[in-house]
């Protein structure tokens, strides 16, 4: 989604605001543009299109000369990409840039246009610029304070006031935003990688509070001008793990993170060999006290809550009911003060699981958020937090962060089941040592790239694709079409693999390629039945299993090999050849791998 920057110090402002953004591509955007002060005037260049667009654009009609300004990545909501809708907007006075939805635009637009007000975009963001022109009478906090109480909707707002040449003012609901602190210099954010070149000191953004750039230092008022005190932090990562490390994309070098991932994610949270997440206050007491859990999560992330589900009811006898957030919170669910309802999110800004926790708070239920992005909504406004430590995920197709997701459900399943009294002490330990193996397994998988390489040059030219699975495998299957769809734009389906010929085996034509997992050993050959089936009616099928079963030529015609750990544990390793055949296949078709079209990376929309 949309991203926004500000800067105020010393430096040549359009070149850095034109840094962040670049840092802030990984949201997703089709149009972009920066408004910066020259001379006392504020400059405005915009355009469709990448910021490469944008920065030729600058170099060709004039680089825009200051230190003071704001910038902007638009990904289209209300209007279609082009510069005219292309931010920053503004009026004589006012100049803004705007992430989220302002909700009652309409009614505010009608209002100005009676006043007199013309409009040259179809944003809903021009109507706020519009608006705060309207009450701006000399004094900017004012004016913002009377437009914070007339919109409606989501906003991350940076703002220039015409009569103050060196000030950016910002403020927040329902969108992330951060400001950085350097020397002499003061920025707003969307995300912390967009600053992490000039300074790792950050002040987190809470609801309605103002921040006003001016003089390379930063202020931060509350909704009534109050100053407010904040807690500074501080980046624990440093560029490089924002950057490719001589990887040719983001998603390839965060597939390759994993098991670094997984090993920053479990060790703290094991203490003398049984998992203790004890640091977010989760006690063995109450763990073992709630009687149902719901994990509510959008798209990969719910998936993540889909092996969640599997390994907690598999181990702990708890049932567990897995909801998409934007379904969830619009179903009227039954929870009480005796469920917990984990929420799980890469970014922490998912506007539908973030809604989803607020209902499950307001009705008493306790609530459990597992995050990767430090100090974002989800985690500020959970009961529980556990952050998964995967580091940045910048490619919009997750990878690194789901499968750290997985091994925090592990942890959480392991604990339950012990203090359920499902499993005994002895075999928490030992599933949790498994855990701890698993990323040396992985490293082991990462070695087949090629051969994921050459099973996706056989898919390039596929136009339907089918991912077929049971029970863990099921869940992995959807996890593997999601990716294959979200970069290789092929469209695919996933399936129970035994729900196949209730109807969607009619679609199995000479040539489809099927992709089957079967890592459940129990259901092995159920799989495999399945399999044949779609087989005899002409599929090409790729089957991912263990290595050391052997696949008949009347059953596949091509096999990648997984090390064998406990069959529970088994989505860790197996997920990994699906991210790879998702990533050559959008490589081979010549994909924006890290940037697939129409997709964000944090989306702050419902
Ligand atoms: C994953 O590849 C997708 N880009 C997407 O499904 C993502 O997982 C979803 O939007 C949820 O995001 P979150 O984890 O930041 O809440």
Known sequence: MCGIVGYVGKKDCTKVLLDSLKKLEYRGYDSAGVAVFENGEIKIS????????????????????????????RWATHGEPSDINSHPHGSARVTIVHNGIIENYQKIKAFLIKKGYTFESETDTETVAKLLDYYYEGDPMAAIQKVLGEIEGSYALGMMFKDFPNRVYA?????????????????????VPAIIKYTRNYYLIDQDEIVVLDDGKAGI???????????????????????????????LKEINDQPTAIKTTITPRINEGMPDLSECGMTLEKLSGYQNIFVVACGTAMHAGLVGKYVIEQLARVPVTVDVASEFRYRNPILSDKDLVIVVSQSGETADTLEAL????????????????????????????????????????????????????YLIAFELAFAK?????????????????????????????????????????????????????????????????????IHSESYAAGELKHGTISLVT???????????????????????????????????????????????????????????????????PLQLIAYYTAVLKGNDVDKPRNLAKSVTVE
């Open 171 to 191: 403020v927040r609901k329902d969108s992330p935003l951060i400001v950085g602190v350097g020397e002499d210099e003061a920025f707003i954010a969307s995300d």
């Open 358 to 409: 607020r209902l499950s708070k307001n009705v008493g239920a306790d609530t459990l958020a597992i995050v990767n992005v430090k100090g974002s909504s989800i985690a500020r406004e959970a009961d529980m937090v556990l952050y998964t430590h995967a580091g940045p995920e910048i490619s919009v197709a997750s990878t690194k962060a789901y499968i750290v997701q997985i091994a925090v459900f």
């Open 421 to 489: 009294g499902a499993i005994s002490e002895e075999e928490c330990r030992r599933l949790t040592g498994v855990l701890q193996s698993v990323p040396d397994l992985i490293n082991v998988v990462l070695q087949q790239a090629e051969q994921c390489k050459y099973i996706a040059s056989k898919l390039i030219n596929a136009g339907n694709l089918l991912y077929i699975g049971r029970g863990l495998d099921y869940a992995l299957s959807m996890e593997g079409s999601l990716k294959l769809k979200e970069i290789s734009y």
């Open 510 to 576: 000479e040539g489809m390629p099927v992709i089957a997992v079967a890592t459940q050993r129990e259901l092995f050959d159920k799989t495999v039945s399945n399999v044949k089936e779609v087989k005899a009616r002409g599929a090409s099928v790729i089957f991912v299993t263990h290595s050391y079963k052997t696949i008949e030529s009347d059953v596949a015609e091509y096999k990648i090999g997984l090390p064998t750990i406990d069959d529970i544990l088994m989505p860790l390793p197996a997920v990994v």
């Open 221 to 251: 008022y509350d909704i009534h001008g109050m100053p407010v005190d904040k807690e500074l932090m501080t980046a624990d990562w440093d560029m490089e793990a924002a950057e490719k490390g001589g990887y040719p994309h983001f998603m």
């Open 46 to 73: 915009k355009s469709k299109g990448r910021l490469a667009v944008l920065e030729q654009k600058l170099q060709k009609e004039g680089w825009i000369n200051g230190t003071c300004g704001i910038g902007h990545t």
